[in-house]
């Protein structure tokens, strides 16, 4: 059991609650009989009513004026109120000594001698000190004024009462309780009207108020994509969460708070402006406009202690104020109150009628008139009109807990018909078996709303139904295990409230937006700006997007309408950084630098794989101009001018190093001292980015001077069968370089290139495979080296072919003396040996290893001028030189005309026909042979001389003879 000086745990608060109706609303007196008749208090102590508009400090004396007795209690027109002034007391007093008591939430330590709750659970008849009465003007409201009449009339303290409320009610307290000491108080500070403006021209720490909850969402939703947010306040929200939503405001999370009229209760926020959105509100009745005393409630908000406050509209389109309510509302001039609300506050339980007939009483009091029908007498009268009602109502028991039931809100605002269906099976268990509520209905009630997701609206629909269960398991004499039952239902409370708390936050508040506007100016600009590992912009914890090398980008979870502002208030910020990083890419090493040669798109350099510049044409191939990324126009210029000369040493060096040969091949064109034959080659060379096929330039190779071939091969070129290029220009970075620096001069994207080590390609980009260095053949692509080496192999074969063969060894075993061998003998006979097959074989395991079919293999070849010989399967060839094109005009045939006669022999035989042959004015001498006639062997043709021994072709034949014998 906590005692003096220590705080009560929840399970201790609990069981204290479930005790409170026996012993709290007794008190020390006991449950006294009251004359309902006697309308006001005979107590002789002294009363005092402090009375003036709002910032007049009376809340605070009314606390220090409770502190200062030995025990009290002030009764609040609301809960939040309730649970704000709670709250202050505990740090005075300490938690053990103070209690809390409101419909949903009671917390009431063992020892608590000082009480806080809302005014319908005050407990008037517990002696204390000390009682206070909050706003008591209300008790002309409609709805709820006859409690606050009931509290006006009968709460006293034992030593002290204050009454607290606005000037209004003066006259009404002097007639009623006319022993009170009517004082006073001056406003702290002066609330002057601001007129109308623009919800987005609105001053920062300002309330605006709205009268319903779709107004609230509304306003909210535009603020958030005007400023960043705003907080919610309706008197809907648990403790918890309009605690949440006033803490964002109080913390300068967000300027702006978007609340209902209960904000005009008493809540101490700091607020510098109260705008009005609407003038009227309905009252549960009618729509109705406000009086100037409701006006001044809620615009006093503005200016606390002694700041100066305003108020104003923002756009009414049923017109704002009116000069009379202005001049009332800046002067806290208001009419007073002709009469208050009241109701018989203890009516007789012998029978339904006679309970009815007593809440019917009038008053007898003229300044007091009836109070209308309210909630709980709505639900009786509908039971009333019940025949089992009627039935079990029949003795006072049932009748006082129907009534003590009625008192349950309708927190759900049902309304009276449904909520009278709760009532009355509620009322069915308390007046029957052991007169408890069924803990399985309640169980499963609240297993139904344990559920934290979903909407606003869902879920303070599901906190106004666990409002209903809370009030319920406050009541120790309605359930059993109460104490239990009440940390349930207010855990749940607890974790719907911080749900809703996170769905307003997100809905209606953009932290990212906020923080970045709220601080305009220098000191804006000072805010700390955390760039993270993945380039995540942090400005004061909060992320607003990423940087990615020199470019911002927005988050993509912001809103669109906020896309710009944040990319505004982002540019602001990162000046800084994006000075630094300007600083260490001009000032840095090639590491951080590449290539982006994406295929499809434009060439890029990056930093840290960020793009920040664009390759463009230049006066050359090797010379490209490079147009700095657009996110870095927000540098100053000579950090833009310093980042473009880095950039471009940085092409320079990797052109150095990569494809050295193409800018020496460029360099060599432009030197006046190269030969000009030379120089057109080169320039074509260059023009194609290092490499092209021969026919494209057979007549330039060919005019080439002895003298000037050197020169070629002294820049490393080949001069290939098919292609001229050099071999370094064939590596993957080369061509990489190669393929930006032609999409750069032709402002073409680049191509898609072959996989970085690919031989033979059966398909791809006609531009890419070209650069890359590949050349078309039947099986798709191959690369120009590879089909080079095809080539150098073919002609090595036809040299090893045409070496002249090696002496045999003297006495060897493998000759036949009789001019016939083992294999080539014609017959028993002694014949001549038969002839060697024509050609000479080259081995296609080369090109079979880069993949080539026989298709293909035969097609290469023959473009390198070898020609197959023989029967196919024997796969022999024979050199027949390359073809050079026929540039002479073709003539054309003669048109033959139908209608001329053709002759023709009687033998059938055209080739020997004499017409044919006198046509073509030739006729073979009877002398001489026919041209397809075997050669006559000529006698006198000189001996076929042997090789020279020390020619290189004998060195060559010597070696292929020593690998045969291996």
């Given at each position: 059991m906590a005692g003096a000086g220590h705080d009560a745990t929840p399970t201790e608060k609990s069981a204290a609650a479930a005790r409170f109706d026996d012993r709290l609303l007794r008190g020390d007196r006991g449950h006294a009989s009251l004359d309902p008749k006697k309308m006001t208090s005979s107590s002789s102590q002294p009363v005092k009513a402090v009375l003036g508009p709002t910032n007049t400090g009376k809340t605070h004396l009314a606390v220090e004026r409770l502190t200062a007795h030995s025990s009290g209690m002030i009764g609040f027109p609301l809960r939040l109120l309730a649970r704000e002034v709670?709250?202050?007391?505990?740090?005075?007093?300490?938690?053990?000594?103070?209690?809390?008591?409101?419909?949903?939430?009671?917390?009431?330590?063992?020892?608590?001698?000082?009480?806080?709750?809302?005014?319908?659970?005050?407990?008037?008849?517990?002696?204390?000190?000390?009682?206070?009465?909050?706003?008591?003007?209300?008790?002309?409201?409609?709805?709820?004024?006859h409690v606050f009449t009931d509290r006006l009339l009968r709460a006293r303290g034992r030593d002290e009462t204050m009454i607290l409320g606005s000037a209004s009610i003066r006259g009404l307290v002097k007639n009623l309780v006319p022993e009170a000491d009517i004082i006073t108080r001056p406003r702290f500070s002066t609330l002057s009207y601001a007129g109308t403006s623009k919800l987005s021209r609105l001053p920062k720490r300002s309330a605006i108020v709205a009268f319903s909850a779709e107004e609230v969402y509304a306003i909210a939703e535009m603020l958030r994509r005007f400023s960043g947010g705003a907080a919610v306040v309706m008197g809907a929200l648990s403790p918890k969460t309009r605690n949440s939503q006033v803490a964002m405001f109080e913390a300068g999370e967000v300027d702006y708070l978007v609340a209902t009229d209960a904000i005009g209760m008493g809540l101490n926020l700091d607020v510098?402006?109260?705008?009005?959105?609407?003038?009227?509100?309905?009252?549960?009745?009618?729509?109705?406009?406000l009086t100037i005393a409701e006006m001044a409630q809620i615009a006093g908000r503005a200016g606390r202690h002694q700041q100066d406050g305003s108020f104003g509209t923002i756009g009414l389109p049923q017109g704002g104020f009116t000069p009379e309510e202005v001049a009332a509302i800046e002067g806290h001039h208001f009419p007073p109150l002709p009469s208050l609300f009241w109701r018989n506050p203890i009516p007789g339980f012998g029978s339904l009628d006679q309970l009815l007939s007593d809440l019917a009483q009038p008053p007898t009091q003229p300044v007091l008139r009836p109070a209308p029908e309210a909630v709980d007498i709505a639900v009786l009268k509908h039971l009333a009109g019940d025949m089992e009602v009627r039935a079990r109502g029949g003795d006072f028991d049932a009748v006082q807990r129907l009534w003590d039931i009625c008192g349950l809100p309708d927190f759900e605002q049902l309304g009276a018909e449904h909520h009278s269906r709760t009532i009355f099976k509620l009322w069915q268990w308390r007046t029957s078996g052991d007169g408890m509520i069924d803990p399985d209905w309640f169980a499963r009630r609240l297993a139904k709303l344990n559920d934290v997701e979903g909407d606003i609206d869902q879920l303070a629909s599901r906190i106004a139904a666990v409002r209903t269960l809370c009030f319920i398991a406050q009541r120790g004499d309605w359930i059993a295990g109460a104490a239990g039952w009440t940390e349930q239902t207010q855990a749940l409370e607890s974790r719907l409230s911080d749900a809703l708390h996170a769905a307003l936050a997100?809905?209606?508040?953009?932290?990212?937006?906020?923080?970045?506007?709220?601080?305009?100016?220098?000191?804006?600009?000072?805010?700390?700006?955390?760039?993270?590992?993945?380039?995540?912009?942090?400005?004061?914890?909060?992320?607003?997007?990423?940087?990615?090398?020199?470019?911002?980008?927005?988050?993509?979870?912001?809103?669109?309408s906020d896309h710009r502002m944040l990319l505004a208030a982002a540019e602001k910020h990162l000046r800084a950084e994006l000075a630094r990083r300007a600083t260490t890419l001009a000032e840095g090493d090639d590491s951080a630098l590449s290539l982006v040669a994406e295929p499809g798109a434009a060439p890029r350099l990056a930093w840290h794989g960020h793009p920040i510049a664009t390759l463009a044409k230049g006066p050359t191939l090797v010379q490209p101009s490079i147009l700095v990324d657009p996110s870095l126009r927000r540098l100053e210029p000579h950090q833009v001018q310093a980042i473009a000369e880095r950039l471009q040493r940085f092409v320079a060096q990797q052109l150095a190093r990569h494809a050295a040969p193409l800018a020496a091949m460029g360099e060599a064109a432009g030197d006046l001292f190269t030969p000009p034959r030379v120089r057109a080659l080169l320039a074509a060379l260059t023009d194609n980015s290092g490499t092209i096929g021969r026919a494209?330039?057979?007549?330039?190779?060919?005019?080439?001077?002895?003298?000037?071939?050197?020169?070629?091969?002294?820049?490393?070129?080949?001069?290939?069968?098919?292609?001229?290029?050099?071999?370094?220009?064939?590596?993957?970075?080369?061509?990489?370089?190669?393929?930006?620096?032609?999409?750069?001069?032709?402002?073409?994207?680049?191509?898609?290139?072959?996989?970085?080590?690919?031989?033979?390609q059966k398909t791809g980009s006609h531009i890419g495979l070209t650069i890359a260095g590949f050349r078309r053949c039947a099986s798709g692509w191959l690369r120009i080296d590879m089909a080079e080496k095809l080539a150098r192999q073919a002609h090595a074969a036809r040299m090893q072919a045409s070496a002249p063969p090696t002496a045999p060894i003297a006495g060897s075993g493998d000759h036949h003396h009789d001019g016939a061998s083992d294999e080539g003998a014609s017959d028993d006979h002694g014949g001549v040996a038969a002839?060697?097959?024509?050609?000479?074989?080259?081995d296609p395991a080369l090109a079979t290893s880069l993949g080539l079919d026989d298709e293909t293999r035969r097609g290469l070849l023959g473009s390198f001028g070898f020609r197959s010989v023989g029967e196919p399967g024997l796969q022999r060839w024979r050199w027949s030189g390359l073809r050079k094109a026929d540039k002479r005009p073709r003539r054309k045939p003669p048109v033959k005309r139908a209608d001329a006669p053709t002759r023709t022999p009687a033998n059938g035989d055209v080739r020997r026909s004499p017409v044919i042959a006198a046509a073509k004015g030739k006729r073979r001498p009877p002398d001489k042979p026919r041209a397809d006639a075997p050669r006559p062997p000529r006698p006198d043709r000189p001996a076929r001389r042997s090789p020279s021994p020390n020619s290189p072709f004998a060195g060559l034949a010597a070696l292929l003879a020593e690998s045969r014998k291996d």
């Amino acid at each position: 059991m906590a005692g003096a000086g220590h705080d009560a745990t929840p399970t201790e608060k609990s069981a204290a609650a479930a005790r409170f109706d026996d012993r709290l609303l007794r008190g020390d007196r006991g449950h006294a009989s009251l004359d309902p008749k006697k309308m006001t208090s005979s107590s002789s102590q002294p009363v005092k009513a402090v009375l003036g508009p709002t910032n007049t400090g009376k809340t605070h004396l009314a606390v220090e004026r409770l502190t200062a007795h030995s025990s009290g209690m002030i009764g609040f027109p609301l809960r939040l109120l309730a649970r704000e002034v709670y709250d202050r007391v505990v740090a005075i007093k300490g938690a053990a000594q103070v209690a809390l008591v409101t419909g949903e939430e009671r917390i009431i330590p063992p020892d608590a001698r000082y009480l806080l709750g809302t005014m319908e659970a005050l407990p008037i008849e517990r002696d204390v000190a000390f009682v206070g009465i909050d706003e008591a003007q209300l008790g002309a409201d409609p709805e709820r004024g006859h409690v606050f009449t009931d509290r006006l009339l009968r709460a006293r303290g034992r030593d002290e009462t204050m009454i607290l409320g606005s000037a209004s009610i003066r006259g009404l307290v002097k007639n009623l309780v006319p022993e009170a000491d009517i004082i006073t108080r001056p406003r702290f500070s002066t609330l002057s009207y601001a007129g109308t403006s623009k919800l987005s021209r609105l001053p920062k720490r300002s309330a605006i108020v709205a009268f319903s909850a779709e107004e609230v969402y509304a306003i909210a939703e535009m603020l958030r994509r005007f400023s960043g947010g705003a907080a919610v306040v309706m008197g809907a929200l648990s403790p918890k969460t309009r605690n949440s939503q006033v803490a964002m405001f109080e913390a300068g999370e967000v300027d702006y708070l978007v609340a209902t009229d209960a904000i005009g209760m008493g809540l101490n926020l700091d607020v510098q402006h109260v705008a009005f959105a609407s003038l009227q509100k309905f009252d549960g009745r009618r729509l109705r406009r406000l009086t100037i005393a409701e006006m001044a409630q809620i615009a006093g908000r503005a200016g606390r202690h002694q700041q100066d406050g305003s108020f104003g509209t923002i756009g009414l389109p049923q017109g704002g104020f009116t000069p009379e309510e202005v001049a009332a509302i800046e002067g806290h001039h208001f009419p007073p109150l002709p009469s208050l609300f009241w109701r018989n506050p203890i009516p007789g339980f012998g029978s339904l009628d006679q309970l009815l007939s007593d809440l019917a009483q009038p008053p007898t009091q003229p300044v007091l008139r009836p109070a209308p029908e309210a909630v709980d007498i709505a639900v009786l009268k509908h039971l009333a009109g019940d025949m089992e009602v009627r039935a079990r109502g029949g003795d006072f028991d049932a009748v006082q807990r129907l009534w003590d039931i009625c008192g349950l809100p309708d927190f759900e605002q049902l309304g009276a018909e449904h909520h009278s269906r709760t009532i009355f099976k509620l009322w069915q268990w308390r007046t029957s078996g052991d007169g408890m509520i069924d803990p399985d209905w309640f169980a499963r009630r609240l297993a139904k709303l344990n559920d934290v997701e979903g909407d606003i609206d869902q879920l303070a629909s599901r906190i106004a139904a666990v409002r209903t269960l809370c009030f319920i398991a406050q009541r120790g004499d309605w359930i059993a295990g109460a104490a239990g039952w009440t940390e349930q239902t207010q855990a749940l409370e607890s974790r719907l409230s911080d749900a809703l708390h996170a769905a307003l936050a997100q809905r209606f508040v953009d932290r990212r937006l906020a923080l970045l506007l709220r601080d305009a100016g220098q000191r804006g600009a000072a805010l700390p700006v955390a760039v993270g590992p993945d380039g995540t912009v942090a400005v004061d914890g909060e992320a607003i997007g990423t940087l990615k090398g020199f470019q911002f980008k927005v988050d993509p979870v912001a809103r669109a309408s906020d896309h710009r502002m944040l990319l505004a208030a982002a540019e602001k910020h990162l000046r800084a950084e994006l000075a630094r990083r300007a600083t260490t890419l001009a000032e840095g090493d090639d590491s951080a630098l590449s290539l982006v040669a994406e295929p499809g798109a434009a060439p890029r350099l990056a930093w840290h794989g960020h793009p920040i510049a664009t390759l463009a044409k230049g006066p050359t191939l090797v010379q490209p101009s490079i147009l700095v990324d657009p996110s870095l126009r927000r540098l100053e210029p000579h950090q833009v001018q310093a980042i473009a000369e880095r950039l471009q040493r940085f092409v320079a060096q990797q052109l150095a190093r990569h494809a050295a040969p193409l800018a020496a091949m460029g360099e060599a064109a432009g030197d006046l001292f190269t030969p000009p034959r030379v120089r057109a080659l080169l320039a074509a060379l260059t023009d194609n980015s290092g490499t092209i096929g021969r026919a494209a330039v057979e007549d330039q190779l060919n005019a080439l001077a002895p003298d000037e071939r050197p020169q070629l091969r002294k820049l490393g070129l080949t001069i290939g069968s098919l292609d001229i290029f050099h071999p370094v220009l064939l590596k993957p970075e080369a061509v990489r370089w190669r393929a930006a620096l032609t999409a750069a001069q032709q402002g073409t994207p680049i191509p898609a290139l072959p996989p970085h080590g690919a031989v033979l390609q059966k398909t791809g980009s006609h531009i890419g495979l070209t650069i890359a260095g590949f050349r078309r053949c039947a099986s798709g692509w191959l690369r120009i080296d590879m089909a080079e080496k095809l080539a150098r192999q073919a002609h090595a074969a036809r040299m090893q072919a045409s070496a002249p063969p090696t002496a045999p060894i003297a006495g060897s075993g493998d000759h036949h003396h009789d001019g016939a061998s083992d294999e080539g003998a014609s017959d028993d006979h002694g014949g001549v040996a038969a002839a060697p097959p024509p050609g000479f074989v080259i081995d296609p395991a080369l090109a079979t290893s880069l993949g080539l079919d026989d298709e293909t293999r035969r097609g290469l070849l023959g473009s390198f001028g070898f020609r197959s010989v023989g029967e196919p399967g024997l796969q022999r060839w024979r050199w027949s030189g390359l073809r050079k094109a026929d540039k002479r005009p073709r003539r054309k045939p003669p048109v033959k005309r139908a209608d001329a006669p053709t002759r023709t022999p009687a033998n059938g035989d055209v080739r020997r026909s004499p017409v044919i042959a006198a046509a073509k004015g030739k006729r073979r001498p009877p002398d001489k042979p026919r041209a397809d006639a075997p050669r006559p062997p000529r006698p006198d043709r000189p001996a076929r001389r042997s090789p020279s021994p020390n020619s290189p072709f004998a060195g060559l034949a010597a070696l292929l003879a020593e690998s045969r014998k291996d």
